[in-house]
């Protein structure tokens, strides 16, 4: 289907399958921009300290709905951080809690607040089984953090050293490969669909519309670092096929990872891009590029749902192609801005509702 000409386009209300709130006076001036787009988040637990509990992960929600601007449509679930020590009952009582979606698996080490993350997943099988049992979707952050180990290989690495390994102890376990990068990912969920293992990714809209050649163009550019690492083009193209082929193991998750500005301008940036500025947008972009817009609406708004075992949205939202001006920055917090993906620069789709007659 020729999409090229369409300018106008509505869908089923999207959800957010991977996002990062923060907590605190931040997380009240990043949430809006997710709740304007977006129907539903899996908002991720790596909070200082972690959100390991389904008494925590309450607290949490309770603390976003109250973050809500007054048009509160948004319905946040929740991932618990897997630790060493996670109990197999608190497994038990996440499958039985609303709104409670999945455990969050980080190697220790291999991202953003994941110190207390897991340090050997050999020991972690009563666990595995008991997600088995209890039909809890393990969601993976696909990384090894052996430091012998190529940052831009440790996806590929991290498949066939935890993952593989993983699916044939567990093979009813339900996983997803979160903000997938690499086609060697991407070929590991085909392959899984193809032995009918229930296993899905994300994939970010940064990771479809950049490659590694953005965190050093003209200088480094730290507000395009993030982890996984962008990688190069032929694994940008592999994440496109995956999104826009029609697959339902694919789906939306932004990772959007606000942090300040001074902490991502530092000599140690922190990993993160901020996206919910533009959450659904640069999706949009990214799939007219590559003439896919008819497959955005089953990307965006059905395969996670359907994976989730979770019932689609029934609400709209309409897209049109008209270019605007991304800010500077926007509030984070107290004292603080954060600088969103494509800062001062253009944006080729937008909000219907955002627009002015
Ligand atoms: C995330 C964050 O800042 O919380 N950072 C990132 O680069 N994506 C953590 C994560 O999802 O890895
Ligand atoms: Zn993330």
Known sequence: MDTTCINRITITRPDDWHLHLRDGAAMKDVVAHSAERFGRALVMPNLKPPVVSVGQAWSYRERILAALPDDPRFDPYMALYLTDTT????????????HILSFKLYPAGATTNSDAGVTNINKMHDRFEAMERWE???CVHGEVTDPSVDIFDRELVF??????????????????????????????????????????ATITAHNLLLNRNAIFQGGVRPHH????????????????????????RFFLGTDSAPHAKSAKEAACGCAGCFTAHAGIELYAEAFAQVNALDKLEAFASFH?????????????????????????????????VVVPLRAGEYISWSLESRMHP
Not at 304 to 327: E, I, Q
């Open 136 to 138: 809890v979707p393990l």
């Open 159 to 200: 498949i066939e050293r935890v993952l593989v390994p993983l699916r044939k102890e567990h093979p009813a376990l339900k996983i997803v490969l979160e903000h997938v990068t690499t086609k060697d990912g991407v070929n590991f969920v085909i392959d899984e669909e193809r032995h009918r293992h229930p296993t899905a």
């Open 87 to 98: 109990p197999v009952d608190e497994i038990r009582r996440a499958a039985m809690g609303p």
């Open 304 to 336: 996670g749902a359907d994976f989730y075992g979770l019932s689609r949205n029934t609400g709209t939202m309409t897209l049109v192609r008209k270019p605007w001006l991304v800010p500077p920055s926007h509030e984070y917090g107290e004292s603080e």
């Open 225 to 248: 670092y993030c982890l996984p690492v962008l990688k190069r083009e032929a694994h940008r193209q592999a994440l496109l096929w995956a999104a826009t082929h029609g697959g339902p």
